[in-house]
């Protein structure tokens, strides 16, 4: 469960990326966040992470408070998402199975295990006959999925996708949210940021929160509306 | 620490130097200049500070009576300094014995100095019983009208001692501007190397690696160039060392330490010296990185 408690974030004075938000986001849930550019969407993954701090109000994930949290807690809280970035974050120059055992190697985990579960997550996003190419010969739709399987490889909670379709071809976005969908109906959290109203209009169904201005314009669970 | 993480942080500590090797090899060469000249310096000293000891622990001097005094009044001088307190041993070395110790370095020269009228004088080997009595027992023996001159230690210990105090002080302000140097250029490798690779870092800290994670290679890094610079450090001081040491060997015998005996001593000073470098080099550099978040990292 996440809960943003009057969250206001501003970069300078008078220069407010969040405005008062209030939202509740339960467990398992896809929820497209949607918005004009600078309208606060990034800001709003930012506190999720807790790249950012905000300048008032809270944020909770499973009751507990991150701006309670030590610091040296802030890793722990990220093992429990998966982040698929825009620009892929995907290492060009290792290859695919490299890519996505490298998250299993930063949290510690045995080679033993990684070596059984990646080929595992690379099935499961499409890729199990290219997990020896590297990275710098894949397309973009590809590469995504690189990194959509690294989101997924230490099993988190939550998957936060920041504009994932933004750099691909609309087919390969569609094929892109089918998946995440999928992985969405085995429980995981989705919370995809996009600007990209195509995509939300063709996955119907799903909670859409819309940010603009820093304030909670719409909210397709508050209003009983859904695409 | 798992081994799994450990093989990952030395393999990555290697990578890192590989990828910017222009850079890791200019941190070894400045820190191995840096430990060469500290080393050299305390060798240095260590060396006059065994001369020093060696010099104070004979306890034997050398009286030299006046050219005038005979064979048969050196023997009454004998008994005088025989009687003086603190002498346990004293030895007649006569002019002839002395120019016959010479005469092998002499040569030919031999000859024409000693045959006819011979330089030395009669001398005595006195040995002390109690060292810390040393310059009383000196000034009662100089103070026997027929004694010349003692070969004092004394002057000798002091000049040695003002050369080490000197080469301390001198060695003191390079050791210190080249010790800075080597922070500087090693932080430098290693904030190279975190850029290099600031990608791989914010895709670590998104999937929830904890900064010790991420230091680990980078401080492994640091450490490795501290290690072979000292390892470099001990062979380069010690071929040297060595030429040194065999050319004064040859003209004062005994006086110097064998690098042989001192090889580990040398060798664990730089190791932990060069690692200590490494360590706080590579420091500097991390933790001002680590501070940054998501984008910041990659904008970096």
New interface residues.
């Given amino acids: 469960m996440i809960e943003f408690k009057d969250v206001t974030k501003e970069y300078a004075q008078d220069i407010k990326a969040l405005d008062h938000l209030n939202l509740n986001i339960s467990d398992g849930e896809f929820v497209f966040v949607v918005g004009p550019s600078g309208s606060g969407k990034s800001t709003f993954l930012?506190l999720l992470?807790k790249?950012?701090e905000p300048t008032s109000g809270e944020i909770l994930i499973n009751d507990v408070s991150l701006g309670k949290m030590k610091k040296?807690k802030i890793?722990?809280?990220?093992?429990t998402?998966?982040?698929v970035?825009q620009d892929f974050?995907v290492?060009e120059k290792m290859t695919v199975f490299e890519n996505v055992a490298?998250?299993m190697?930063?949290?510690?985990?045995?080679?033993r295990d990684i070596r059984k579960r990646v080929p595992y997550v690379l099935n499961l996003v499409g890729l199990s006959g290219k997990a020896r190419r590297k990275v710098s010969e894949l397309s973009g739709g590809e590469k995504q999925r690189v990194g959509l399987a690294?989101?997924l490889v230490?099993n988190p909670s939550m998957i936060i996708a920041d504009e994932p379709t933004g750099n691909i071809d609309p087919s390969l976005s569609y094929e892109l949210v089918d998946l995440l969908s999928q992985i969405n109906k085995c429980g995981t959290t989705i919370i995809m940021v996009t600007h990209d109203i195509s995509i939300v209009k063709k996955f119907s169904g799903f909670r859409i929160v819309e940010i603009s201005n820093g304030k909670l314009t719409k909210d397709s669970e508050l209003s009983g509306e859904k695409q | 620490?798992?081994m799994?993480?450990l093989n990952?942080f030395i393999k990555e500590g290697f990578k890192n130097i590989w990828v910017n090797r222009i850079m890791s090899a200019a941190s070894m060469l400045v820190m191995i200049c840096c430990m060469i000249l500290t080393g050299g310096a305390v060798l240095f000293s260590y060396n006059v500070n065994h001369a020093l000891k060696s010099i104070e622990n004979r306890n034997s001097i050398t009286v030299f009576l006046y050219k005038e005094v005979t064979p048969s009044q050196a023997m009454n001088v004998g008994k005088k300094i025989e009687n003086v307190d603190n002498v346990i041993g004293c030895e007649y070395y006569s002019s002839g014995q002395a120019a016959e110790k010479y005469k092998d370095v002499l040569g030919s020269l031999y000859d024409a100095v000693c045959e006819e009228d011979n330089p030395f004088p009669e001398s005595f080997h006195v040995t002390m019983k109690d060292l810390s009595l040393y310059e009383s027992t000196v000034n009662k023996i100089k103070s026997i009208p027929e004694v010349d001159s003692v070969g004092d230690r004394s002057e000798t210990a002091q000049k040695l001692s003002n050369l080490s105090k000197t080469i301390a002080r001198g060695g003191i302000g390079v050791v210190c501007s080249l010790g800075l140097v080597s922070l500087f250029i090693i932080s430098n490798t290693i904030r190279i190397s975190m850029h290099s690779r600031r990608?791989?870092i914010?895709?670590?800290?998104?999937?929830?690696?904890?900064?010790g994670?991420?230091r680990a290679p980078f401080l492994i890094e640091g450490i490795i160039i501290g290690l072979v610079a000292a390892i470099v450090s001990t062979f380069v001081l010690g071929s040297v060392y060595n030429v040194l040491w065999e050319v004064i060997e040859g003209i004062v015998p005994f006086v110097g330490v064998s690098f042989k005996n001192i090889f580990w001593r040398v060798m664990g000073g730089f190791v932990a010296t060069g690692m200590f470098f490494g360590v706080i080099g590579s420091s500097i550099s991390i933790r001002r990185y680590l501070s940054k978040?998501?984008?910041d990292v990659?904008a970096w």
């Fill in positions: 930012k992470t790249e950012e040296r890793p722990y809280l990220r093992r998402m998966g982040i970035f974050r290492i490298f998250a190697h930063v949290i510690g985990a045995r080679a690294r989101a230490n | 620490m798992s799994n993480s990952y990608f791989e914010s895709i670590m800290k998104s999937v929830g690696a904890t900064n994670f991420i978040e998501g984008g990659v």
